[in-house]
């Protein structure tokens, strides 16, 4: 499918690529719909129409693409499209206020122009004589339209981009300035809740209207919106993959050893398809059954010798056996194959981490986060690099920029990401100190701070975090499978084997069910033993 992100090169400004989507060649029949020309006349109208329309359109994204090099943000590109233009910037800025003049400046563009229009439509109208001649009056009266059409789509472009609907200018307006007054996490939400009544109102009057466009745009801004509010987001993938990918569902849900199982029946199903071997793979990865991963893996490979997920997951594989060397090797292939992904950036900056050599690392975590600005694991782990090397105030940025894209996700690691702690123990206390002092009730900072504890074989600090997180979060079944680890490791059998049954009664997820009856036997085995 990468024929749908398909763009042509037309130029650079400034650094800048502009580029022009496939989408914009159906521009030609739709000018052509609305002009109908039947002659040279009408064809150079509806073709400088076209122009003026796709340049009002160019300059708009120019506007915030200046404004965004005058704060300091880099430009990657420009892209016109069918339904308008996106600047693709390497980062949001740091300030509201910056932000709020770099979704200023488009809108801004468009009063300007709007108003150049108006002026050369009356000048036109107003002082060219009627005595030039039948065909240079037709001309003159044609262009006069043509400036009162484009002076009229500056109106529109203005009026539709500074409805305060997410993430139109207006929508980025408003959250730059609820963010100034309120901070991210309130502005979100007055973002979102001042965007759903607009965005309704548009689509039904898109169904009065039968406007399909405005619908499809509606349905564009709808997924956009849902990046504020990651709940709704992720309740919203949830409900799709139920219904039409139950192994995405459940993997989506932690469910790792089900959806694993689902994706053995899409294997059976279809075994020459490497994807479904990878989707097994992940499963595994995230339970911690390497091997059975690496067998996944390496039948992918079989299949489709140079698949990007392929090659990246067999590397990480590598690293986690601290085989460093062959899984550099294998993320410079992923970087041959897909220099602009940005996760084999970020994992060789990993395995330097790992080393020691920090310079390194940080070269390739800033060069992850180029790419893909909104990943929260990119600033976690870069914090720790400027930790190490003592630079605390970098390391304390990256660590609320993580927070600000996802604070569940950023205080609470998964299995496989808990090999962040290992020997990270001071940095892990800064961290989670610094959450906790924030937000004291904060149940995932105690869970945080107490695997990290585990992690590293501090099992009393463990037991009094995880305590305390349950009492902020009971139902939480990580939380006691956890404790009971610290309980078990302290020779503390009865609390452990008390907390593994809590585990039992309240989970729903197999691969932790299985977890904790293997910790369960091995402790009636040694209490038999004994």
């Known amino acids: 499918m990468k024929w749908l992100s398909s763009s042509w090169l037309v130029g650079r400004i400034r650094g800048m690529e502009i580029r022009l989507h496939f989408s914009m060649l159906f521009m030609l029949p739709v000018t052509y719909y609305i002009f109908r020309p039947v002659d040279f006349h009408g064809v150079v109208i509806a073709f400088s129409w076209l122009l003026g329309f796709v340049s009002c359109i160019f300059l708009h994204e120019l506007g915030h693409a200046l404004a965004a090099k005058l704060v300091g943000v880099e430009v990657k590109n420009i892209v016109l499209w069918l339904l308008g233009g996106f600047t693709s910037l390497s980062r949001k800025a740091e300030r509201p206020v910056d932000n709020l003049a770099i979704f200023a400046a488009g809108p801004l563009v468009n009063m300007f122009l709007g108003f150049l229009f108006v002026i050369a439509y009356m000048l036109l109208y107003s002082f060219v004589p009627r ?37 139109l200018d207006g929508g980025n307006i408003l959250h730059a300035a609820m963010e100034m007054f309120f901070g991210k996490s309130k502005a979100d939400l ?101 091997e059975r991963a690496a067998a996944d893996i390496e039948r992918a490979l079989k299949f489709s010798p140079t698949n990007i997920f392929a090659l990246q997951l067999r590397g990480e594989i590598y690293s986690m056996e601290k085989n460093y060397d062959a899984a550099l090797n294998l993320f410079a292939r992923t970087q041959e194959i897909s220099p602009t992904w940005a996760i084999p950036y970020f994992d060789r900056g990993s395995v330097f981490l790992d080393k020691k050599e920090y310079q390194p690392a940080l070269a390739e975590l800033n060069k992850a986060i180029s790419y893909s600005p909104q990943t929260w694991l990119f600033y976690l782990i870069r914090s720790i690099a400027h930790f190490r090397v003592g630079d605390f105030e970098a390391a304390h940025k ?70 305390r997180a349950i009492e902020l979060l009971p139902k939480e079944s990580r939380l006691y499978l956890g404790r009971g680890k610290s309980y078990a490791a302290l020779g503390e059998t009865q609390k452990a084997e008390s907390d593994f049954k809590i585990v039992m009664s309240i989970t729903d997820k197999l691969h932790l069910k299985k977890q904790t009856e293997e910790l369960l036997k091995n402790i009636q085995n040694d209490l038999v033993v004994e």
């Open 398 to 467: 990256d660590q609320d920029l993580a927070l600000s894209l996802s604070e569940k996700d950023s205080l609470v690691m998964t299995d496989l990401n808990m090999i962040v702690y290992e020997n990270n123990l001071e940095w892990a206390e800064d961290y989670y100190g610094r959450a906790i002092l924030k937000s004291p009730h904060s149940a995932y900072a105690y869970q945080g701070r107490a695997d990290a504890y585990r992690i590293n074989n501090v099992h009393d600090k463990a037991i009094t975090d995880y305590t």
């Open 131 to 167: 005595d030039i001649g039948v065909s240079n009056l037709l001309w003159a009266q044609a262009f006069t339209r043509l400036f009162f059409s484009l002076a009229f789509v500056n109106v529109i472009l203005v009026v539709f981009n500074l409805l305060p609907i997410y993430p």
């Open 190 to 290: 007055i973002t979102l809740i001042v965007s759903i009544p607009i965005l309704i109102g548009l689509i039904i009057l898109g169904l009065v209207t039968r406007d399909y466009v405005l619908l499809a745009s509606c349905i564009l801004i709808a997924f956009a919106m849902g990046t504020l509010n990651r709940s709704a987001l992720h309740w919203v993938n949830l409900g799709v993959n139920y219904f039409f990918k139950r192994a995405g569902y459940y993997y989506l849900q932690g469910d790792f050893e089900r959806a694993a199982q689902y994706y053995t029946r899409d294997i059976d199903r279809e075994p020459q398809n490497a994807n479904h071997y990878l989707a097994r793979a992940a499963c595994l990865l995230n339970i911690l059954q390497k």
